[in-house]
């Protein structure tokens, strides 16, 4: 019989055993063993962190723009919890350009400061409003968008509408075009201010 590797040899009358056993059964490599399990429940931790934060940031935005509460307030609540469930239904929640790895602390400086510049905007337009020149200047314009994903574009183009004098008309080729009521507002969308806080919502991906 051949075998490969080193053939025995003879000592004193008598074949060394293991080393032939170890040519002709070598021994097999040595394998680690993993966690069975630890890769998925990994996967469903993130889906369920992404699917807390879309329920979240879903409700505070129909909150916000509704205005209602008692009865409505718990349809609302009923409406995302269903959002949701149809996202993770679909398998979109982690797969998607989602960018809620979202902070708390950071989704509630943005709108602060997005309050902040509502309320700034709709006296602006108030005061144009009241001005009997009527002194407004319309515009088109398109500003670039620097966020990653369609999610972080959304927003940038929604928190545009949400500022009175500014709406979004279109978003595509990564840049949104904006109708804005004076050459001012238009100017201030083109400094990028807006732009870089909803990329900075993002965060570090």
């Not at 889906?47 to 307030?73: D, K, P, Q, R, T």
């Not at 469930?85 to 398998?91: P, S, T, V």
């Amino acid at each position: 019989m051949r075998v490969r590797g080193r053939v025995p040899t003879r000592r004193n009358g008598r074949y060394h055993i293991a080393a032939a056993a170890h040519a002709i059964y070598p021994p097999q490599a040595q394998t680690v063993a993993t966690p069975v399990g630890h890769g998925t429940f990994h996967r469903w931790e993130n889906a369920l962190g992404h699917a807390i934060n879309l329920g979240l940031v879903s409700f505070a935005l129909w909150l916000l723009l509704s205005g209602h509460g008692g009865i409505l307030l718990l349809a609302g609540v009923i409406s995302c919890i269903f959002v949701v469930w149809i996202a993770l239904r679909m398998d979109v929640v982690d797969h998607e350009a989602y960018p809620l790895d979202l902070r708390v602390h950071a989704v509630l400086l943005y709108w602060a400061w997005l309050v902040r510049e509502i309320i700034v905007a709709n006296l602006r337009v108030t005061r144009l409003i009241l001005d009997p020149k009527l002194p407004i200047t319309p515009t088109i314009t398109r500003v670039k968008t620097s966020q990653r994903g369609v999610f972080g574009q959304v927003t940038y183009a929604n928190s545009i509408t949400l500022t009175p004098g500014t709406v979004s008309i279109d978003l595509s080729d990564g840049e949104i075009e904006v109708h804005a009521l004076t050459r001012e507002a238009a100017a201030e969308l083109e400094t990028g201010e807006m732009d870089r806080r909803v990329t900075r919502l993002e965060g570090d991906r």
